[in-house]
């Protein structure tokens, strides 16, 4: 009767990897999680204009119109150009000293 099953599991909401596997998870309010990797690869990636759905921030829950870039995750997450800007903020004041 060992399952894995956690009550909480702390993962990315977008890459699903879990908080294991990733050096940094940034927690978002509603549960949402996005780990180090999927930061850098949505400031390396451009947006996509070609969205026509309406699109909401996972983490602020701003709409699509009320921000100026939003990446969609295959999972149903989006985070916009603010909240992945804080999560950047966040990944270099924890790594600044490991410079
Ligand atoms: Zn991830
Ligand atoms: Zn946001």
């Given at each position: 009767m060992l399952k894995r099953t956690k009550p909480y599991v702390y993962a990315c909401s977008f890459c699903l990897k879990n908080h294991q596997q990733i050096t940094r998870l940034i927690a978002g309010?509603?549960?949402?999680?996005?780990c180090n990797e999927c930061v850098m690869h949505f400031v390396d990636s451009e947006v996509l204009p070609e969205h026509n759905q309406q699109l909401v921030c996972s983490f602020c829950g701003k709409q699509?119109?009320?921000i100026?870039?939003?990446?969609?995750g295959e999972h149903g997450v989006n985070i916009c150009s603010e909240c992945l800007e804080l999560c950047v903020d966040i990944i270099a004041a924890s790594s600044s000293h490991n410079a």
């Open positions: 309010p509603n549960r949402i999680y996005i699509q119109q009320q100026a870039n939003i990446w969609s």
